[in-house]
Every structure is written in C-alpha cells, then in structure tokens.
C-alpha cells in the first residue's frame, strides 16, 4: 500500500481517522494508531513484519540497558552491541548480495550469490532506531520502558516506510500526549493534498514521459538524440525531489491529523547556491543524522582540515551505500565528497567573491550542472549505461542534436515540464505567503480569497489527483527501494 493509493485515500486513511476521532484516551489512541500502522507495514510486507518487530525490540532493550548501567563501561558495550546487531539485520538483508559479489569477484567464492529480499523501509526504521539509543546513551532523553510506543515509533505509517527519519526526542512528547485541533487538521489534510498532488500529476508524468525517451537500454539510450538524452536527465532531476518531497509532504500532512509533529525534510534544494547548500536541503533528516551520528563523533572539523576531508570521505562513502548495495551509489558519494571537498577546501571562498546578480547565477547553474549530474550516477546502477547516456549527452555515439521524436516530445509536453520547474521552486510558497499574510492583516479582499483557496485548493488537487489515479497502475515511490 502506498499513500497514493485509491485504497489508502478513500478507505484506509478514512476508517483510521474516524477510529482515532472516536478514542479519547491517549494510550488507546496510540494502540489504534500501532494497530494500523503494523497493517500498513505488513500490506507492503507482510513476511517481514516480524523483523521490524525484533529490531525494535532489540533497541528497547538496549537502550534500557544502556540507562541501568548508565556512567559505566558497561553502558558503552551494550550502546556498541545494540548498534552491531541493528546493523546486521540491514547488512544481511541490504548488503549480502553485494559483499558476495566482491568475494566472488576477490577470491571465487561464493560461487552463487544469495538473493536477499530487502523488507520495505529498513534502511529507514534502522537508523530511527540507532538515533534513539545514541540519544539515551547521551542523556538527551530517557530510555522508554513501554515497548508498545518504541513499537509505534518504530512503524509508524506516515514515515516508517520512506521517511524522513524521525528522531524519538522530536516526537517524545507526541507520543505521550497530543491534541489535534481543527486549524492542525486543516494543515494536514491541505499538506497532504498538496503531495499527493505533486507525486501522482508530477513526480509520475515525469517518469512516464521519461521512460518513453530513456528506456533502460545501452543501445536505444545510445540512439537517443543530443537534446533528448539532456531532456531525459531533466525529467529525471525533476522527477527525483518531486516524488521524495511528495512522499515527505504527505508524511507531515498525515501527522499533523493526528498530533505528531515531523521536521521539514526539504527546503527547494534546487534553490541552493552550492553544493554545500543543497545538502543543507535535500533529505535534510538523513543529513543530519550523518552529521550528527557519525561526521561530529569522528571528530568533524575539529582536529585539522586532513581529519575533516577524511571525515567526508567516511560519510560520503557510507551516504552511498545507504542508498544501495551497488557500486553506482558508492560512486555517487564520492562524486559529491569530491565536490564538497573543492568547496571547503577554495570554491566557497571563491564564490564569495563574486557580487550581483551574475555571481548569483553563476553560483546556481554551476550547484544545478553538479547535482543534475550527480542524478545521472544515481540512476543507473550498469555503468554501461551511465557511459552510453554521457555519449549521448555530447554527441559522442554519433546521435544527432535533436530528431522529430525529441521535437514532437518537447512539444507535447512543455508546458507541463515548465510547470514541474515552478513546482520545484518556492514560487507557489511565496504567492501563499502573500495571501496569508494581508489576510491576518485584515485586507478584506485578501482575507476572503485566502480563505476561499484554503478550501477549495486542496479539493481540487484531491479531485484531480484521483482521476490520475484511477486507471493508472504506474505509481512507484523511487525511495522504496532504499
């Protein structure tokens, strides 16, 4: 099941609502709550509903530990055990094919790789789970001796399945006691619209019109037009923020209905004046929890500018990995610890010296060039494939700049890309700002509109988002897959 789902929009999000409306009491709110998060997980996957279950259970109890023998060396040895054994679990389910393969490939052995299914949202409710121990571990918060709301914590549906990775002290408090009101219900429903909107008329015409221009294939890639394979990188780069974000939006608009309150997990990457910008905006919660997990404990930018690129390496590398267990998104890490590394190291220096509006530019097209074909890396995971998209980029498979087929799609579809670009940019956000702002400043021509749109707004992008929906069978989330 996923969120844009005709199935969880008219009747699973309904009956849960309604179920979680009519229970006063919070602890019953947060077993009804459980209740249906453990059906939506087990929807998706069933099998390994059990695996989410002991890993949280091996976190509760770690952490318990970790706070009876609090100020010991013991304490450090079960915080070490309870991390080892968290990332074993994602190891063996994540990473034991592509360990086999390099052994394969190293020594001979094994001589067949073992195909591991990968649960839904490990990756995920892994690293949830880590950040809760660490942060009993550092006295940030109290280890919780209710394993009901470690579970519920754990598989909580608005983000269990693709994030962004909450952390147990941002929702403490929630999870003991919460109140819904109307204005927060209004956010959520009008948040929720709003990403349901950008995942099933966006994020999913960009996928669809991609696949027809940039079908998986090293030879119908290679006979891809100059102009149509730059295209196909565009749609890609769009489609990528708009289906993540999408699925983010929707997460704290389904939070809000029920009293949780979830950090923002992107702020207009594309927006971003260098490589370093974006990162501070992209995926901002797996960010951080690299940061603050693994970068800062190594020592950060504490113990000389050698350490701290060495640091990077470490993150960057493993920012990669946790993205796939195929050498595209290691590459892919490194790509950007490169990048960020010439940016610590002189460009951002260089950068500040440059003034107005062209410095501006400057700075902008050079982080879009940069991520746009960071995306290219991530996409592919055959490197025969990202060698022949190149190719085409520059004419070098002998493609001409531009054919009718990349003429009539262009064509067909500008509009709609035009308006994909607006939809990436805080354009619409600032239009609402606006409106919101002469409204609470009692403008009356401004306070009525406000209000009309308020209403009608995420109406119509529901409306319009179930007519996209029925019928159509191409709906994936790009980030399940991690």
């Not at 001796?145 to 549906?157: A, E, I, M």
């Not at 962004?164 to 929630?174: G, N």
């Not at 107005?356 to 991530?378: K, Q």
Request: with cysteine.
């Amino acid at each position: 099941m996923v969120f844009s789902s005709l199935l969880f929009i008219y009747i699973f999000l309904p009956v849960n609502l309604l179920c979680y409306a009519l229970i006063s009491d919070i602890k019953k709110k947060n077993i009804c709550v459980l209740i249906f998060s453990l059906i939506f997980y087990a929807w998706s996957s069933p099998k390994f509903l059990l695996v989410l279950m002991v890993v949280a259970l091996i976190n509760y109890f770690g952490a318990i530990y970790i706070d009876k023998y609090r100020d010991t060396r013991k304490s450090a040895w079960v915080l070490a055990a309870d991390i080892g054994l968290s990332l074993g679990f994602l190891c063996y389910f994540k990473y034991l094919g592509f360990i086999s393969e390099i052994s394969r490939f190293i020594t001979g052995i094994p001589k067949i790789i073992p195909e591991v299914v990968l649960p839904v949202g490990i990756s995920f409710y892994t690293f949830q789970l880590i950040s809760y121990v660490v942060d009993v571990y550092r006295k940030e918060i109290e280890a919780d001796h209710n394993y009901g709301r470690v579970l519920l914590y754990t598989s909580l549906f608005h983000q269990c399945i693709a994030g962004p990775i909450v952390r147990y002290k941002d929702i403490a408090s929630d999870l003991k006691e919460r109140k819904t009101d109307i204005n927060s219900m209004n956010d959520g429903i009008s948040r929720f619209c709003v990403g349901l909107a950008k995942k099933t008329l966006l994020a999913n015409s960009c996928a669809s019109i991609l696949d027809s221009i940039l079908p998986e294939n090293v030879i119908q890639i290679s006979n891809v037009s100059v102009l149509g394979a730059w295209i196909g990188g565009l749609l890609y780069f769009l489609e990528i923020y708009l289906d993540f974000s999408a699925y983010s939006d929707m997460a704290i608009g389904l939070g809000k209905m029920t009293g949780f309150h979830y950090k923002e997990n992107f702020n207009y990457p594309y927006t971003a004046n260098s490589v370093t910008d974006f990162w501070r905006r992209w995926h901002i919660s797996l960010s951080a929890f690299f940061r603050d997990y693994l970068y800062i404990p190594l020592g950060g930018n504490r113990k000389g500018i050698k350490r701290q690129l060495l640091n990077m390496l470490i993150v960057w590398g493993l920012t990669g990995l946790w993205h796939g267990a195929s050498m595209n998104f290691v590459l892919w890490g490194l790509y950007f610890f490169a990048f960020l590394s010439f940016e610590k190291l002189f460009l951002l220096r260089l950068f500040d010296k440059l003034y107005g509006v062209a410095g501006t530019l400057i700075r902008h097209i050079y982080t879009i060039l940069v991520v746009f074909f960071g995306w290219i890396l991530f996409r592919f995971s055959d490197f025969n494939m990202i060698s022949a998209m190149l190719k085409s980029m520059f004419g070098m498979n002998g493609n001409t700049f531009t054919n009718f087929e990349t003429n009539t799609l262009i064509v067909n579809n500008l509009a709609f890309i035009l308006i994909a670009v607006i939809a990436s940019t805080p354009l619409c956000k600032i239009v609402a700002g606006i409106f919101k702002k002469r409204s609470r400043q009692g403008v009356v021509g401004y306070t009525y509109a406000y209000n009309i749109l308020n209403v009608v707004i995420p109406v119509v992008l529901l409306f319009l988002s179930t007519i996209a929906l029925i019928g159509n069978s191409y709906n994936p989330f790009i980030y399940f897959r991690f």
